[in-house]
């Protein structure tokens, strides 16, 4: 009997689901290594990286509308979003656009974010995205997971080959790249092992004691637990082939899979509780966005952490101020909210970035919908962040002056907003930057400065 060594590796990376998803038994020296693992010490200041991928093009122009470009309302005139009312000068009808600055507005459904706005936490990146003119959802999402603008012989991702080139001093954790679902997405694949966990419930182990007898029974044809000989020389069953596997088939990233269940199971996700009453909706991003939030704070070494939200291709029935996507945005700035609250205080360490494959056109479609567009904004939140602020070489939506006479033109490659984050946030050497996006002329001139250096 063989274990298949895509069970543990995919694209180089460690993927955990098989060992947790409950349907077979934990091995007997798992439950071991969990009882002997001890927790990891919280790390000083050790800075947080949460990448939040919005799959299917994100409309920045609704995301943060434009209320004082005087060609917005004529581009989309049933889908825009209503300018602040004058009066109150802040949009605080929940159909209105809440004012950032005058020129740009919140959409209402992202008001959950408004308190991180006023702290001066949240920071917008508008007309942002790739220079590449394709408009196809797998090709883009690739490239800029690639860390590219369109180059396919690149491989991994610029996340992985950002931790390759900032290696820590010590032995860095199992859990220090950490993607939330069945996969590792390939902005984490590369030559940096990353784990790929889909639910932080399934990998609870039980204690050796409760452990054992079934296990011993089941590889030993109904002997008691396997003495020191058994487990020195080669135990049958389910030992003998997760213990094959380690030994033999998994090597260093096998053992280091285990280590990772061990120390989860000290940090006891089961019993976790969000903080500062933080309510996290019921979606995959929100769930996704609750277990990063347990692994930050049981200090088990995360420094990137990945997760994905779809559903944001609205070709048609889009809506402005209410519709499809007015729901959309009211989950996703929830979520976003939800995980700020909980960590609270370690917020200070941490840096939350949005990003989406690129925008949505300028004017609105015969289904009162957008089509595949190019610029579009990005957020970014966290204790590092200048926010208060819009970050935008504006190019204005004057029809003149748009991308191939359609589309929000892009004014900040999305690699210098990525770049500047893992400078700024992460501590990379900015001459390191190269490494990271490789074709690219990294230069810190380029930053737009909503990371305080």
Not at 335 to 347: S, T, Y
Not at 373 to 388: E, I, K, Q
Request: hydrophobic share 40%; net charge neutral; with cysteine.
């Amino acid at each position: 009997m063989t274990l298949s060594r895509r069970i543990f590796l995919r694209n180089g990376t460690i993927a955990l689901a098989a060992l947790g998803s409950g349907s077979a038994p934990e091995p007997w020296f798992l439950a071991r290594a969990a009882a002997a693992a001890g927790a990891a010490g919280k790390p000083a200041g050790r800075k947080v990286l949460v990448c939040v991928f919005q799959r299917g093009a994100a409309d920045g122009l609704s995301m943060v509308a434009p209320f004082g470009d005087p060609h917005y309302y004529a581009l989309r005139q049933e889908i825009a979003v209503p300018a602040p009312k004058a009066g109150d000068g802040k949009g605080n009808d929940a159909t209105t656009a809440l004012d950032l600055d005058g020129y740009f507005g919140l959409h209402p459904r992202l008001d959950a974010l408004m308190p991180l706005w006023n702290r001066g936490e949240l920071a917008v990146v508008h007309a942002c995205g790739s220079p590449s003119g394709s408009r196809s959802h797998f090709d883009m999402q690739d490239f800029m997971e690639a860390g590219v603008a369109d180059d396919k012989s690149v491989p991994g991702g610029w996340a992985n080959r950002l931790l390759a080139a900032n290696r820590p001093a010590a032995k860095p954790s199992p859990f220090r790249a950490v993607a939330m679902g069945g996969n590792v997405p390939r902005t984490l694949q590369g030559d940096v092992d990353a784990l790929a966990i889909r639910d932080l419930s399934t990998f609870g182990l039980r204690d050796e004691a409760a452990a054992t007898p079934r296990l011993a029974a089941a590889g030993n044809g109904g002997a008691s637990a396997p003495g020191p000989r058994a487990m020195a020389s080669g135990a049958t069953g389910f030992e003998g082939l997760y213990a094959s596997a380690v030994d033999e088939t998994l090597g260093h990233t096998g053992k280091e899979s285990f280590d990772a269940i061990a120390m989860l199971k000290k940090a006891d996700p089961a019993q976790y509780k969000p903080a500062g009453g933080a309510k996290y909706p019921g979606t995959a991003l929100g769930r996704s966005l609750l277990q990063v939030a347990q692994l930050v704070k049981a200090d088990l070494g995360v420094e990137v952490a990945f997760v994905e939200d779809e559903g944001w291709d609205t070709h048609a029935n889009q809506g402005g101020a209410v519709g499809q996507l007015a729901g959309k945005l009211m989950d996703f700035g929830r979520a976003l909210a939800a995980f700020d609250a909980d960590l609270g205080d370690r917020m200070a360490d941490v840096t939350v970035l949005t990003m989406s494959e690129f925008g949505r056109a300028v004017r609105q479609n015969g289904n009162r919908g957008t089509d595949h567009g190019h610029g579009t904004c990005f957020l970014a939140f966290g204790g590092g962040v200048r926010g208060g602020k819009v970050y935008a070489d504006w190019p204005t939506l004057d029809p003149d002056r748009l991308f191939e006479d359609r589309d929000l033109a892009v004014t900040t490659d999305f690699r210098d907003v990525f770049g500047e984050v893992c400078a700024r946030h992460l501590g990379l050497d900015p001459a390191r930057l190269g490494k990271v996006f490789p074709k690219h002329a990294a230069d810190p001139a380029k930053f737009r400065g909503f990371m305080r250096a």
